[in-house]
């Protein structure tokens, strides 16, 4: 596609809720991030994905938090049991491939919001 | 840990220019970006300074010191559709991946 789409847009979950999240990158896009952000703070980290591999997971902030990439292109961030300090824009990124000069493209990122 | 610093917010006005800086303390070094995001949207790609000195591109300019770990964002001839909040993005390669670690972002406020 002509952008990175991620679904749904917004999302309330009651706690103890489980969701998923999806992100379409960018096709052919090699790389591709998952980052929390909370209102008024930047970006943080959760997980990269090059390919179908998880190369990265270290800013997963419990077990709770799950994703995958099976086929190298749609990827899913799964929330199980849901609190409300999960309550957050979820942003995916792709890239073509590591490093180079090019930026990262995000989608417009899923609101969750756990009640 | 890494350690990316900017202002939480500016104030600015219209027609004026505003420089945004942003100064990192982080464990690897490949490259610092600058995007632009909306309240609501998503972040947007602005620039990109891997070498020392000043990139320009119409009205927006950012420049790097790679000794002092410093970064500024230069707006000039500012409009209101560049009220935004400007982040600060270093890449991080620790081993083999490279992924942006990404500063609080700075909120750029209008007076009118």
């Known amino acids: 596609g002509a952008g990175v789409s991620q679904s749904p847009r917004y999302k309330v979950a009651k706690r103890g809720q489980d969701v998923a999240l999806r992100c379409d990158p960018i096709s052919g896009h090699v790389s591709l991030f998952w980052y929390q952000q909370a209102l008024g703070q930047g970006p943080e980290f959760l997980t990269y994905f090059q390919n179908e591999a998880q190369l990265d997971k270290s800013g997963l902030p419990s077990d709770r938090f799950f994703a995958e990439r099976p086929e190298g292109s749609v990827s899913t961030l799964k929330i199980q049991r849901t609190q409300q300090e999960d309550s957050a824009v979820y942003l995916c990124?792709?890239?073509?491939?590591?490093?180079?000069?090019?930026?990262?493209?995000f989608g417009s990122g899923t609101r969750l919001t756990v009640v | 840990g890494q350690n990316i610093d900017q202002p939480t917010e500016m104030t600015a006005t219209e027609g004026a220019i505003v420089q945004i800086n942003c100064t990192y303390q982080t464990s690897g070094f490949n490259g610092l970006f600058w995007y632009q995001q909306h309240a609501g949207e998503a972040p947007t790609f602005l620039s990109y300074?891997?070498?020392?000195g000043l990139e320009e591109k119409g009205r927006f300019s950012s420049f790097l010191s790679r000794s002092k770990g410093y970064s500024y964002l230069l707006l000039k001839e500012l409009q209101m559709k560049d009220s935004a909040s400007y982040l600060c993005?270093?890449?991080?390669?620790?081993?083999?991946?490279?992924?942006?670690?990404f500063g609080r972002g700075t909120s750029l406020i209008f007076h009118p």
């Open positions: 990124a792709s890239s073509p491939r590591e490093g180079g000069t090019y930026g990262y493209t």
């Open positions: 993005a270093v890449r991080i390669p620790p081993g083999g991946s490279y992924i942006p670690t």
């Open positions: 300074n891997v070498l020392d």
